[in-house]
């Protein structure tokens, strides 16, 4: 049974400025993901890749479609038409999303930025800070900075925060986007050994990726997407299309 199912999803966004205009950038787009299954979304810039993610974790609601999550809490939901607070839960507990941008407060240390988020789930104070501090030295963050604030700390660093924060609680579906921009090589290799790791115990991840060759190592499958409006699903390192999927 899937534990994701993307059904006809579109998104449309209303602009008023000199006039009103819809723009619309993901239409109808379709597509099923199996436990422990990583997909990769591929598509030039502004084709609307983030905006499947963002619609998948809900920061932004769809326009129309279904996007059906297999749910350890409630079982099968619909998170495009989900409660508020289910959302928050799922968030908490199940699902992790990573961005480009850190949002923390400002005179809050490394470690425990990374470590709030297994306090949020009952673990205790200690344990977490071990834990924190350990995934900071997977990241290959410095000693003398995990008592550092992240406001301060440069691009790279602050995005390695980012995922300490969402590997941390190995979440059963994992967002990605852009997790490597602005990472070095060394830093780039050590995140793909903690994603294929989180594939390894069954973590379910989609994620979109500015470096080709990163996707193809991590992915299962590809949705390419295009600007004549459609969409082609196909195994990864693999020249052959698994079947079409159509969007507009």
């Not at 591929?42 to 998948?56: E, F, V, W």
């Not at 995922?163 to 852009?178: G, Q, S």
């Not at 994620?207 to 969409?231: N, P, Q, T, Y």
Request: with cysteine.
């Amino acid at each position: 049974m899937p534990i994701l199912q993307v059904s006809h999803l579109s998104k449309q966004f209303d602009l008023r400025i000199a006039r009103p205009m819809e723009v619309r950038p993901v239409r109808d787009v379709s597509f099923a993901m199996e436990p422990g299954q990583f997909l990769g979304i591929a598509g030039p810039s502004g084709i609307g890749k983030s905006t499947i993610l963002k619609c998948i974790y809900r920061t932004y609601t769809p326009s129309s479609g279904s996007i059906v999550y297999q749910s350890q809490l409630f079982g099968p939901l619909d998170l495009a038409a989900a409660g508020e607070r289910t959302i928050t839960h799922l968030r908490k507990n199940e699902i992790g999303y990573v961005s480009q941008f850190l949002r923390v407060i400002p005179r809050v240390s490394a470690t425990d930025v990374i470590a709030e988020r297994l306090l949020a789930v009952g673990t205790d104070r200690q344990e977490a800070r071990s834990a924190a501090q350990t995934m900071l030295g997977r990241l290959n963050i410095s000693r003398e900075l995990w008592d550092g604030f992240p406001a301060t700390f440069s691009g790279g660093e602050q995005q390695r925060i980012n995922l300490a924060r969402a590997f941390i609680v190995r979440p059963r579906l994992m967002i990605l986007d852009e997790p490597t921009a602005s990472l070095d090589r060394r830093t780039t290799e050590a995140v793909i050994e903690l994603l294929l790791d989180m594939k390894r115990q069954g973590t379910t991840m989609i994620g979109v990726f500015h470096d080709w060759e990163v996707m193809e190592r991590l992915a299962d499958r590809i949705l390419e997407l295009d600007g004549a409006g459609s969409a082609r699903l196909r195994n990864a390192n693999a020249a052959t299309s698994e079947g079409g999927v159509q969007h507009g």
